[in-house]
């Protein structure tokens, strides 16, 4: 077999259900460096998607067999990556749980049966299941099939564009989970043995558990805390300064502000090598400003890498190591595991190579939850390249590491004449560039709270030591307006301490960086 070509079937063969067994072979497998050319990957990758579809998804998935048989669709003519594009799209609308239908999530999960097995699935694998019982037993084949599909784990949205929506996972997934976890470990170039700190929120949220799956697959030491909601910043700064470990990962609001806060307690950092950040885009401004304070706690040569992930994909993608704080090769995705497509968000049209649009996502294998042309709302600045990696030599597609999400990409009443689109996610790498600024918050709000008033941006900001507030709030103006077009009709300086508060660093699963107060009336100024 070729350098490359499915070596994920040695990992999880189809009759593999035992989770230590795949750690012992994830173990023994070299380190994961796709080396071919991207055009020998196509004819492999259009049957991996032709069977997909033919013997998983039509037969057992009631939302894909309901979409294909209303919109007339034979899964059997479609038999490359490029005929996606005539197939719908799935939308978070179109899966999200409803007061009348609150188990409708549920449809999207792998379910064969035995009616479903006998009208839907191909002729050769319900001939292979009826020679399976005939020599074995009935039950023998229903065991297979609950051992292969019946879900032994859940994981949730966040609820931030939409109601929380649950993502199965059968065994068979949960072994891709440490798979991914392998790979993810190997383009930081981390070691087995290396100990890590996990201040992710203890959660049913992905972000916590592919990170578990990256310490049982590298065979590393985490601590997992739980993040400032379960031990708060003291037990966290307590657990950097006695673990030392090499490896930090977590939410870049909060890291920052965990690792602000153990500098100001003169914390010594002897070990700290890699910072893996994930659930939020990361500027390259604020890993530069995460490497000086690290570098200011006695580790001077950290790198700082991003994470990018989503629960309907149920695993995440990493970057591989960075030459410096300002570059990024993007993110490396797995073709063996999944497909993606950049699309123009307001005509659903493919783009090219390169190009900015809105990530689709569809998946090549998995049981459980399975989604298909999965429209998640995060635009990538760069699109999708498919050129060898400069930084790694990986020959795999790889994401643009700047995505920002649609959602965040609203329209604002700004004057009483028309409203004005503006991209919120303009302001995450204009305030980390902002080393006066220690932490910040933004709020859009109803002038005087009242609802039939216009919006207005209110920023609050707490400031390093000396600063002069009435110059920086100028230079923050200027900066806002020359990158979104815009600026906040306030800039108010708040204490740290309260700013804190409103950012919920040690009370919420992720920080209130950006709030809309629009639908929440007489919320008092500054306050969640």
Known sequence: MRSGTRDFTKVAPERLHNTINVLEALRSQPVWRPTRPWKDWQAERDDLLHRFLNEQLYPFSPFYRRLFNEHHIDPRKIRSVYDLRHL????????????????????????????????????????????????????????????????????????????????????KDFERLHIVGKRLIELTGAQAGDRALNVFPFAPHLAFWQVFAVGQAATMLIVHTGGGKVMGSVGNIAALARLQPSM???????????????????VELKNLQLIALGAERVPPALKARLADLCAKMGAPHV??????????????????????????????TYPDFDIFEIIDPDSGEPVGPGERGEIVYSTLSGRGSCVLRYRTGDIADGGI????CPGCGRIVPRISSAISRRSDVGEFKLTKIRGTLVDLNG?????????????????????????????????????????????????????????????????????????????????????????????????????P
Not at 108 to 125: G, H, T, W
Not at 248 to 266: D, K, N
Not at 303 to 332: D, I, K, M, Q
């Open 303 to 332: 790198s700082v890498f991003g994470v990018y992930g989503f629960t309907e994909a149920r695993l995440a993608w990493g970057e591989c190591t960075p030459p410096n704080h300002e570059t990024s090769y993007g993110y490396h």
């Open 248 to 266: 930090l990962i977590g939410v870049p609001g909060y890291v920052y502000h965990m690792l602000r806060q153990a500098h100001e307690q003169r």
């Open 88 to 171: 719908p799209f799935t939308n978070k609308k179109d899966i999200v749980p409803t007061p009348d239908n609150p188990t409708r999530p549920i449809d999207l999960v792998l379910q064969p049966d035995k009616e479903s097995i006998s009208k839907y699935a191909p002729k050769a694998l319900a001939v292979k299941l009826l020679l399976e019982g005939l020599q074995h037993g009935r039950k023998a084949v229903e065991d297979r099939l609950r051992l292969e599909y019946s879900p032994v784990h859940v994981t949730y949205t966040t609820g931030r564009s939409a109601m929380p929506t649950q993502f199965l996972y059968a065994s």
């Open 427 to 527: 302001f995450l790498p204009i305030m980390a560039e902002a080393t006066e600024v220690v932490e910040w918050q933004l709020v859009v709000k109803k002038v005087n709270d009242d609802p039939d008033e216009l919006d207005e941006l209110v920023l609050y900001v707490a400031l390093a030591p000396d600063v002069d507030a009435e110059s920086l709030k100028r230079r923050l103006s200027d900066k806002v307006r020359n990158a979104i077009d815009v600026v906040p009709n306030h800039i108010e300086v708040l204490p740290i301490a309260q700013l804190e508060v409103n950012l919920g660093l040690d009370t919420q699963m992720k920080e209130m960086r950006i709030r809309d107060l629009r639908n929440v009336l007489k919320a008092p100024v500054g306050q």
């Open 385 to 388: 390249v498919y050129d060898p």
